[in-house]
T-cell receptor, first 114, second 115 residues
Framework: AQSVTQLGSHVSVSEGALVLLRCNYS??????LFWYVQYPNQGLQLLLK??????LVKGINGFEAEFKKSETSFHLTKPSAHMSDAAEYFC????????????FGKGTTLSVSS | GAGVSQSPSNKVTEKGKDVELRCDPI?????LYWYRQSLGQGLEFLIY????????KSGLPSDRFSAERTGGSVSTLTIQRTQQEDSAVYLC?????????????FGPGTRLLVL
């Protein structure tokens, strides 16, 4: 069975600082991994995903994540935070079967201060 | 193009009443998912539809919850005899194809409050 753990329910950074949001997964099959962002009172928007191939994945808004199988991790990073990055971020893993739902982590709220 | 839409955006109901939540997926998307987002439980899968196949109902928390998808498009999630613990944001998502690697596109959600 798949599961996702996001370390840190809240992360605070200064504008211009590195953003690092941690995600570890458990999966009995090769995982498909996703990062979604949720702005207040909105639905979830895909930032990036890993399916196969290159383990460093680049997404929208300058975010990227690296799939590390040996560490069962898929951490999200951005070199320089902007105020507009303040939101809730969810890491998710697909159940790995054809046409199945996502299993989400509990989410990490990112705050950016000026 | 138009994204996933959900209605109503907010719903307040009294305990014991039935509610219906609607989802309009992106045109042409064959897969449709319902999730629930609550403070205590985070984001939970409820039910999944794919084409004409039998839905995957494995995430429904009780038999008070049901859903249907008519004509392979619009879906309705029904909660009967609502309880206070049903208060949550109900999110609908659709994807072009079935499959674990497919991107799911989410609607803005319906915020349900059971008094």
């Amino acid at each position: 069975a798949q599961s996702v753990t996001q370390l840190g329910s809240h992360v605070s950074v200064s504008e211009g600082a590195l953003v690092l949001l941690r995600c570890n997964y458990s999966s009995s099959v090769p995982p498909y991994l996703f990062w979604y962002v949720q702005y207040p009172n909105q639905g979830l928007q895909l930032l990036l995903k890993y399916t196969t191939g290159a383990t460093l994945v680049k997404g929208i808004n300058g975010f990227e994540a690296e799939f590390k199988k040996s560490e069962t991790s898929f951490h999200l990073t951005k070199p320089s935070a902007h105020m507009s990055d303040a939101a809730e971020y969810f890491c998710a893993v697909s159940r790995g079967q054809a046409g199945t739902a996502l299993i989400f982590g509990k989410g990490t709220t990112l705050s950016v201060s000026s | 193009g138009a994204g996933v839409s959900q209605s109503p955006s907010n719903k307040v109901t009294e305990k014991g009443k039935d509610v219906e939540l609607r989802c309009d997926p992106i045109s042409g998307h064959t897969a449709l998912y319902w999730y629930r987002q609550s403070l205590g439980q985070g984001l939970e899968f409820l039910i999944y539809f794919q084409g004409n196949s039998a839905p995957d109902k494995s995430g429904l928390p009780s038999d008070r919850f049901s859903a249907e998808r008519t004509g392979g498009s619009v879906s309705t999630l029904t909660i009967q005899r609502t309880q206070q613990e049903d208060s949550a944001v109900y999110l609908c998502a659709s994807s072009p194809l079935a499959g674990g690697r497919e991107t799911q596109y989410f609607g803005p959600g319906t915020r349900l409050l059971v008094l």
